[in-house]
């Protein structure tokens, strides 16, 4: 089977993927539904799990992790609201795939990952050339990125036990951030800084993420 073949059978994988998956469970925003569309799934999954790229399943990866089943990345980027304008914040590099979806969708992505080798193989992953906007940062997720906050939007892709409030804070007024918490049983969360810096904190469903790690924890 040729390149270009293979590049055709995959592309019918991902628009099934958008209209039996994602569509067909609820997610409705056109700008998402676009990228899912354009982005290979397949070039962030591991080339023996390239059969399952587009089945809607979590898959493994280096180090132990996991790529996020694919509506449960829809689910999580729908729920911010995202603007072109948007400076976000990215908790969990993991393959990559989750940011450059983002890179799709906003104009400046941080994104943050503790783990050397995952940090290392997504910058240098070659469907990056495509993005001017990402930046790679390799350290802890608990203690964000202040540089550059606050951020409009939060997106964290592994599963503390609690809230880190230090993300919190760098959130700008207004801006959400998307969380996964808990151990065992864990709830995916939408937090919304209020205009009065108040927090509004609404569970969504429930879901399964590899735990969020400290620093200290790698030590």
Not at 85 to 102: H, K
Not at 123 to 146: E, L, S, T, V
Not at 163 to 168: A, R, V
């Amino acid at each position: 089977m040729s390149d270009e073949t293979k590049e055709k059978e995959y592309a019918l994988e991902r628009h099934l993927m958008i209209k039996e998956q994602i569509e067909f469970r609820g997610i409705r925003d056109k700008a998402l539904l676009s990228v899912l569309e354009k982005i290979p799934r397949h070039l962030f999954v591991l080339p023996e799990y390239w059969p399952y790229a587009y089945s809607d399943q979590a898959l493994p990866s280096i180090c132990g992790q996991t790529i996020s089943q694919p509506y449960i990345v829809a689910k999580m980027t729908e729920l911010l609201k995202l603007r072109k304008s948007d400076r976000v914040l990215e908790i969990g590099t993991g393959t990559g795939y989750q940011t450059a979806i983002l890179a799709e969708l906003v104009g400046e992505v941080y994104t943050m990952e503790i783990v050397e080798e995952l940090y290392e193989t997504a910058r240098k992953h070659p469907y990056m050339k495509h993005y001017k906007n990402i930046h790679f940062i390799h350290g802890d997720g608990y203690q964000g990125h202040a540089e550059a906050a606050p951020y409009d939007a939060i997106i964290v892709t592994a599963a503390p036990s609690e809230f880190p409030e230090e993300l919190i804070r760098q959130l700008a007024v207004g801006g959400k951030m998307v969380i996964p918490v808990g151990d065992y049983i864990q709830t995916l969360y939408l937090v919304i800084k209020q205009p009065d810096n108040e927090v509004r904190i609404t569970p969504t469903l429930g879901v399964q993420f590899v735990p969020m790690v400290r620093k200290r924890d790698r030590k």
